[in-house]
């Protein structure tokens, strides 16, 4: 057998070629890939502070409604979860609800109970997730806001004469264009993170406290317990609260190994990407002279996935 002389000079010059193209594909080990960058940090740490935030917010009298309004809209994520699986299902939806005490209700009829209880849980739990991990990242949040426009005008027609809903929209449609405009995108992106560790964390606190610390008759998990009829409401409940949990470090996750960009970085791809309107520099489609990395691709993926959830 010949011998295969692998450093040959033809070898040689092809990986020379092959470095100096200029779409550069490399391996990174799993340690360089979590490893979050000085932006990333610099995210994470607003994350931690949204966390302790609203731990606090949670239980402080009258502080408690600045989370209102964001509790009913995980509540909304919820109550959507639930008619979207429906529909996959092959359920007849005929109205969703939010109510002023934080709570809601999904009218369908038929599909597969099964599969449309739990989606409650589990699919707020997942869109939390996935605007976290956009919140790594400006062009993202962009993206994953244009998703949750799909989502508000779902909402609007299942919900058409409810006003609560149509004022949470409305409010939070306001909020969106607001923090678009403001700094180039970037308030945006705190937001979407913000609105994803929101929904997680009440997905977390709501299956403890309804079926965990105390058994509550009319939650997803008695329902889903007595259809099951093998185990109660709390193994259910835990079962969801991990679920929930990976969720959550997911999201973490996929926005460290996916969003490397620095700030000036995505500044930089902000302008050519859903500008705002008069900014310098601004188009309406992608530059050719600006690159953009897998993250981008990965952002469309996740979007993707939320979509197919709401």
């Not at 889903?224 to 409401?233: E, L």
């Not at 991990?242 to 302008?271: N, P, T």
Request: hydrophobic share 55%; glycine share 8%.
């Amino acid at each position: 057998m010949p011998h295969l002389n692998f450093s040959s000079q033809a070898g040689l010059e092809a990986d020379r070629s092959f470095l100096s193209h200029p779409v550069y594909l490399f391996a990174r080990d799993a340690q360089s890939t979590l490893t979050p960058n000085a932006t990333q940090r610099i995210t994470l740490i607003v994350a931690a502070c949204y966390i302790v935030a609203i731990a606090i917010l949670w239980h402080v009298p009258y502080l408690t409604m600045i989370l209102y309004p964001f509790k009913l809209l995980t509540v909304g994520f919820h109550e959507m979860s639930h008619a979207i699986m429906g529909i996959l299902t092959c359920a007849t939806i005929h109205s969703i609800e939010l109510d002023p005490d934080e709570g809601g209700a999904t009218r369908m009829s038929g599909g597969i109970p099964w599969l449309t209880l739990p989606a409650g849980y589990l699919g707020s739990s997942f869109i939390g997730a996935a605007l976290i991990a956009c919140g790594f990242d400006t062009n993202a949040s962009k993206i994953a806001c244009l998703v949750l426009a799909g989502f508000f005008l779902f909402t609007l027609w299942w919900a058409r004469r409810e006003i609560l809903t149509w004022l949470l929209i409305l409010g939070m449609t306001g909020l969106i264009v607001l923090f678009w405009f403001v700094a180039g995108g970037v308030a945006l992106r705190y937001f979407v993170l913000f609105i994803g560790v929101m929904s997680c964390l009440y997905v977390l606190w709501d299956v403890i406290d309804d079926t965990i610390a105390r058994k509550v008759n009319g939650s997803d998990a008695s329902s889903f317990a007595k259809i099951c009829g093998c185990c109660p409401s709390q193994v259910w409940g835990v079962i969801w609260l991990l679920i929930a949990a990976v969720f959550f470090a997911a999201g973490i996750l996929v926005g460290i190994a996916a969003f490397k960009e620095s700030a000036a970085q995505q500044a930089s791809d902000s302008k050519h990407f859903l500008p705002v309107p008069g900014a310098s520099n601004a188009a309406l489609s992608l530059s050719p002279d600006c690159t953009y990395p897998a993250g981008v691709l990965v952002s469309l993926l996740l979007s993707g996935c939320l979509a197919l959830v709401i």
